[in-house]
């Protein structure tokens, strides 16, 4: 009994640690802002899907910033029972869980629409950290941290598994390109651009590695793909886990700097984006030797400067766009996209609402890898299925690995009949 | 010398000192909060000024603002409150430096005060009544509704009475005492976090936005 009292003692001090640290800078201003108004409720999709108190967001957030109280206001320290200020005691602590991975996908929808201005998303983050540092990870995403930290990529998939995947892809493009010249090069020196890809597209998503390299070939670009750190997501930051955060960050950086690239583009992935483009340097506490894009930026460059040219008509069916929260929202890529696909499909209609405003999908913050929660991340894409339903499309596009998963899911579950794919293919199959 | 200014001044004193110690205390907590911030690595793609400036403006409008835009209602009751307590405190502190404007300030501005008083009540009754607001609830957010209330309603009834001017200023020294202890210090991180927010989508070229459309 004693040793339990004793690790339960070292979890608190532990979480307790890190969720000052997590709060230090401006994340303590939005732990001491909500005035509990209770109007963001409808701005969640989880909410939205299934209406009761433990899917609010802004009590979801109270969850957080209740802990927060216990230790960084003084009402919190001496009358914590006036505040509702609570113990990070290991028991508070594993309902914690269900509440920051389990009901929240960090979208932040509602922090762009609080009355307030209160940012829940990095409030939930910020639970995330605790939770993280104290090894209450949901098995699913510890597992997704671990084989990225081990193997160098989220589904351990070898270098030589990489190299013939990218082998058969390049084959089948000279085929489809009449082109002995395509290539997929993995690990090249001196080229311009380093291409990270999500592993999935190599595993399940084939068509989409494809598809790049033909826009890259097309475009006459010198660009490869790294050997090793190729992986474009970072499972750290879904898990709260800033450490591995960090390490997944400097590989990328590192190699990039090896093999002497000018830049790096990131492939089609909402949090991917986010984590490298905005929080990679500040996990790293440095500024990139090198510039970073997204796919969709380098996309939109090559089609107005003429370097591919594009046929709409060959993308007749109606098509219309998911925006990726990481993506759009917090990442400030919200207009490429449209552009490309105004370029490159002739039917082009916009779901309502959409870019800050879209709803999350359901498929973020590593709901994906946490199987437990399954039967609420599809549920909670129904207001996605209705969005998509509403625009009459027959393909929806979506810049994010994550958010295609989800929403082949969805259109399975509501019947909705639309096939998913990512911006790159659309331009692909445009190639005039 | 009339009785009243006998009683007056040392609350005057009472209530400079509560004012000072709320001040005081919120500077402290903010910059506490800070804790010397962290500096941003990541080559902004927008303006944090255009983005602060947006925060405060553009995205507070129903088009931009879901919450607002989908309880319009709830919202206006809101603000009524906040108006009223907004004056009543306003006419506190110039009792303060001009008790005839206050005097002045509070006559004029009793019937907004007074529906602020019913927008108050409306509050604390749908936080006790509504289902997520209790969850979400702690006995600090129903006092800090009826603490406010109570200012209203002592603003509301103020006259020219000394009386009146009196248990009134003494009430608002005890206020601006809680203001930085419990749910009210939000009059001042509402304004911060609403403006680091604004900053950070500004730098991520997110804000502003031209678009923002109705559900």
């Known amino acids: 009994m004693a040793a339990r009292g004793e690790q339960g003692r070292r979890i608190t001090e532990t979480a307790r640690e890190t969720l000052g640290q997590s709060v230090r800078g401006l994340g303590a201003y939005h732990m001491n802002a909500c005035v509990k108004c209770g109007l963001c409720a409808e701005t969640c999709h989880i909410y939205q899907a299934e209406p009761e108190p433990a899917n609010h967001p802004g009590v979801k957030a109270s969850k957080v910033i209740d802990h927060y109280r216990r230790y960084h206001t003084f009402l919190g320290k001496y009358l914590p029972g006036l505040v509702g200020a609570r113990d990070l005691s290991p028991d508070a602590l594993d309902q914690l869980v269900d509440v920051v991975y389990g009901r929240c996908t960090a979208c932040g929808r509602c922090s762009l629409h609080c009355s307030i201005g209160l940012d829940i998303a990095a409030v939930i983050r910020a639970g995330r950290n605790v939770l993280a540092a104290v090894g209450k990870v949901p098995e699913g995403l510890q597992r997704t941290v671990d084989n990225q930290i081990e193997t160098g990529n989220q589904m351990a998939i070898t270098e030589e598994e990489l190299k013939s995947t990218a082998e058969w892809l390049a084959g089948d493009l000279r085929l489809e390109m009449d082109d002995d010249g395509v290539e997929i090069p993995i690990g090249a020196k001196g080229r311009r651009v380093l291409y990270l890809v999500n592993p999935r597209e190599v595993k399940f998503f084939p068509l989409s590695l494809m598809a790049a390299a033909g826009v890259f070939h097309a475009a006459g670009e010198r660009w490869t793909i790294p050997s090793k750190f190729y992986d474009v997501t970072n499972y750290g930051f879904y898990s709260g886990d800033d450490p591995a955060a960090r390490e997944l960050t400097r590989r990328v950086i590192e190699e990039a700097e090896s093999l002497g690239v000018e830049e790096i583009i990131l492939s089609e992935c909402g949090h991917g984006f986010r984590s490298f483009r905005w929080e990679g340097p500040n996990w790293m506490e440095q500024e990139y030797p090198v510039r970073m894009r997204s796919v969709l930026e380098i996309l939109e460059e090559y089609i107005d400067s003429g370097r591919v040219k594009v046929d709409p008509e060959k993308n007749a069916d109606r098509v219309t766009l998911h925006d990726p929260c990481n993506l759009v929202r917090w990442g400030g890529i919200s207009e490429p996209q449209r552009r490309v696909l105004k370029k490159v499909v002739a039917d082009f209609v916009e779901m309502t609402p959409n870019r800050k405003d879209s709803y999350c999908c359901g498929g973020g913050g590593g709901m994906l890898s946490m199987s437990e929660y399954g039967e609420r991340r599809v549920m909670s894409g129904k207001i996605k299925a209705e969005q998509i339903r509403a625009t009459g499309a027959k393909i929806v596009a979506t810049p994010c690995h994550n958010c295609a998963d989800q929403l082949i899911e969805i259109s399975k579950k509501y019947q909705l009949g639309v096939e998913i794919q990512a911006v790159v293919e659309l331009v692909y199959n445009a190639l005039a | ?215």
């Open chain 2, 1 to 215: 010398m009339g009785v009243s200014s006998l009683v007056l001044d040392p609350v005057k004193v009472l209530v400079g000192l509560a004012v000072l110690w709320a001040v005081v205390a919120l500077a402290y907590q903010v910059l506490a909060a800070w804790g010397g911030g962290r500096a941003d690595y990541s080559r902004r793609a927008g303006s944090a000024a255009r983005g602060v400036a947006f925060s405060f403006t553009v995205a507070m409008t129903p088009r931009h603002k879901e919450s607002v835009r989908r309880h319009p209602a709830k919202f206006a009751i809101g603000v009524v409150m906040h108006v009223g307590v907004i004056l009543s405190l306003l006419g506190v502190l110039l009792l303060l430096v001009w008790p005839a404007a206050a005097h002045k300030v509070l006559s004029l501005s009793r019937p907004v005060i007074a529906l602020s008083l019913v927008a108050g009540l409306y509050l604390l009754v749908r936080r006790a009544v509504s289902k997520d607001l209790r969850a979400m609830s702690a006995p600090d957010d129903y006092m800090a509704i009826l603490a406010t209330c109570v200012l209203l309603a002592l603003a509301s009834v103020y006259s020219s009475y000394s009386v009146g001017a009196v248990v009134c200023m003494i009430y608002a020294a005890l206020l601006f005492v809680y203001l930085p202890l419990g749910k009210l210090r939000h009059a001042v991180f509402c304004f911060v976090a609403r403006g680091d927010l604004g900053r950070r989508l500004g730098r991520r070229g997110t804000y502003p936005s031209a678009t923002g459309r109705m559900v």
